[in-house]
């Protein structure tokens, strides 16, 4: 664990003006460490430090130049020309004193920073449908603004992200390996996966036979990466730009209300009362839709709902197949989290399935 006199001197290194004063965690993301630095400034008091998850990550390099890629696409000047009433920001990278982009440390740990969207907040659940509209407004807007930016000038961070044939491929290796305590929900577990394999090459077939094409997307759009302003209520903007490359839409479509739509929560503690709200849904697919109408096709829209149980199944997997690897990739708090993680994405798939009809249904008449 790195200590607070440390992560003052890391945070340091990217500061020009004023003091630091104050540094504490931000959020809850399940790869990086996230770091919010108060600074005596006036002119910033706050910027985001964040230490990149290189098991992860394997090019933070790349991630970065990425970053500068999108978010110079993205100037200030064009945001200007978004309406009045719906001010939009974006997260800026901020260098090091010697004009870097990320700063390691003398243990190979890999820093970087990132401006910080002041009178802004997120949610892991959402209090209610208007809430929704905007998590979906958010989404569209962000494949907006970078709707012009050919896919082809951003690199490949994580290769095999959100391929799901890759994902069950990586399973079965580690379960070959793995000799997993068969506790009911493991079972529960195991049997599931086995019940899908088929289902997991939808997208990549779609894709394969050029139904959907490639476009970039921003990877992991779970709804707490979109900030809401603390006065209005309204979407102003969508971090954790790590994962942006070229991909689906389907992706971040599915992935968006795979989180969007479960009141219970990611960390739900009852996995067995987990359920996929039909409201939400509704209320993210008309804002996502609003803004996105203008670049769907026909193929887009019949790909939505199998994006949706796609994404949230592969989530589940992910989760499963890291538990009986040992948590070698995502962050835990004890010894089970990654199953029960798993389990409240299977199901939420479950509930899904059950729903298909009525998801379809919802779809359809926002056409
Ligand atoms: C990870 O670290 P975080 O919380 O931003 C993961 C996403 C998952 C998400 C689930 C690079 O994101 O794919 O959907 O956890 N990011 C990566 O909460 O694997
Ligand atoms: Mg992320």
Known sequence: MTTEINLIAIAEQFTSQGQVTGIESLGNGNINDTFLVTLDSLERKHFVLQRINTQVFRQPALVMQNMRILTDHVSAD??????????????????????????????????????????????????????????????????????????????????????????????????????????????????????????????????????????????????????????????????DLDTVKPGLVHYDIGDCLRSGCNPMGEEAEHWEKVYFDLDLCQGILEGYLDVAQAFLT???????????????????????????????????????????????QFKLTESIEAQETKIRQIIQDLK
Request: include cysteine; charge should be neutral.
């Open 78 to 239: 064009r945001l200007k020309r978004t309406p009045a009433n719906r001010p939009w920001k974006v997260p800026r990278v901020l260098l090091t004193q010697n004009h870097q982009n990320l700063w390691t440390d003398q243990n190979n740990g890999c820093w970087r920073a990132i401006s910080f969207v002041e009178n802004a907040q997120s949610f892991d659940t959402l209090p209610d449908n208007s809430h929704a509209s905007e998590i979906g407004y958010a989404l569209g807007m962000f494949h907006n603004l970078i709707s012009d930016l050919p896919p082809a000038k951003l690199a490949d961070t994580l290769p095999g992200f959100h391929i799901t044939p890759l994902y069950l491929q990586h399973y079965q290796n580690i379960l070959a390996k793995a000799n997993p305590h068969t506790s009911p929900e493991v079972k529960y577990c195991l049997q599931f996966v086995s019940d899908r394999t088929t289902f997991a090459d939808i997208l990549e077939d779609a894709k394969a036979t050029g139904k959907l094409p490639l476009r970039l997307i921003h990877g992991d759009p779970k709804i707490n990466n979109v900030l809401f302003d603390t006065t209005t209520q309204k979407a102003v903007s969508v971090i």
């Open 298 to 344: 026909e193929n887009d829209y019949s790909y939505i709902y199998a994006a949706i149980r796609l994404i949230t199944f592969e989530l589940g997997l992910r989760f499963f197949t890291d538990y009986l690897a040992g948590d070698v990739y995502f962050k835990v708090k004890y010894p089970e989290h990654n199953l029960a993680r798993a389990l409240v």
